[in-house]
């Protein structure tokens, strides 16, 4: 057994993604735009852009339309889901399950486990590592994993710029049946207050500087490194790597510390061109990527949830990505599907009340 | 709409279920159990595709209570692909961009919500179909480069 061999997590059942979809919606907000009304366009935004929900878009339309897609690459009937669970910081309801409008939603009522999942960022991959293990044990043959956000930040503050709209949706399933197999799974968890948000404030609070090294680069190092160790792989071996993006810099960063080259995060690093979509960061991120692997790439994904914590998963494309990716719209088709709105248009669609500046 | 009322037809309302009738096989929308073409019982529910077209439209500028957020939007007849004509709000789309005979595509989305405290309505709208950068394996789907 390798030394930390026991921090990795397998199922007993091979588990892998049977199908996989994502959403993003249409508008889209220039970072130039907010830094012309906050600073007189003194600062370069930290991203090019970032994707905005319209007025009749929230978590659960966006995990609907993610859902209706992973479900049409599988291939299977929605009654054939034992979970339908959805992670997110922004679920419209505070007490009323999104999963459960998802679920009746895309069909896969009444026979089935549904549930939101709150860990930051970190949502949907936690969602992914339950349904993992609902598949690994027998529970279920298969279980959909949710991560979307409309995240929104203080008017002027600096997550005004990033926060941005998203989600994906993966049904976790028999290895046997996947279109990419899970090698193992590693989590790595620490209390660290870098980001909140207080139960009934609108917006949440950061710990500025303190988000870097010890939340952010910290996690998700270490949980990258431990399964890699594990597994007995090293970042050569990996096609493509992707990492939660809050902007473009910490995933380019921490793909460099880990000893990943920018060619192996580039198809995965889609921040600059629809913002941080919190618990559907690196989700989306992984959409791209599995829209444009080829059988036997190996994928790392890692994402991260302030509070803090991170999930890792090494995963193997097989033959099945070919006949199965095309029945559903690429990420990269979302993406292109761009309307330009100005700040006005932003504050009447996400409710905001424009301060005086 | 009264949540009851909107829950009973949630799975017409969240995706678009239909019937079909098993005597002369039309497909019906909303679902009214007895089938308009040959007057025999239609109660076999029916997945309809959501493809369809814009067979008319107009645009809403003065919106009822709970709507307002949405102003202006469309309400549009759809031809569904099937053959039922229904009645729904177009997203995803400006006044200036639609077209009677549009190719359009269901979606669930938000229909209005009760002030900060009351319950979010779901349910079926259309939009543009989404432009593919790949073929699909379905023939009747669009294909844009
Ligand atoms: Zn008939």
Known sequence: MYENGHRIMKPSRPVGIVGYGAYVPRYRLPGVEISRLWTGGAEPPPVREKAVPGPDEDVVTMSIEAARNALARAGIAANRLRAVWVGSESHPYAVKPSATIVAEAIGATPHVQAGDWEFACKA???????AIGFVGSGMADYAMAIGADTAQGRPGDALEYTAGAGGAAFILGPAEESLAILEGSLSYVTDTPDFWRRAHARYPEHGGRFTGEPAYFHHIVEAARQL??????????????????????????????????PEQIQTGLLVDEIGNTYAGSCLIGLTAILDEARPGDRILAVSFGSGAGSDAFSLVVTEAIRERRDRAPRTRDYIARRVVIDYATYARYRGKIVLDT | MHPARAWRGRSQRYRLEGEICEGCGARLFPP??????????????????GRGEVYSYTVVYEPPAGYEEQAPYIVALIRLEEGPLVSAMLTDVGPEEVYIGMPVEMVTRVLHRQGEHGVIAYGYKFRPVLRRTVMLPSPSAPVTA
């Open chain 1, 124 to 130: 949907g991959t936690e969602a992914m590592q339950a």
């Open chain 1, 228 to 261: 890699m160790e594990a597994l007995g792989t090293r970042p050569e071996d990996y096609t493509y790597a992707v990492f939660h993006q809050p902007n473009v810099k910490f995933p380019q960063k921490a793909a460099k510390m880990l000893g990943f080259r």
């Open chain 2, 32 to 49: 009214r159990d007895i089938c308009p073409e040959c007057q025999r019982p239609a109660r076999t529910p029916y997945p309809l595709s």
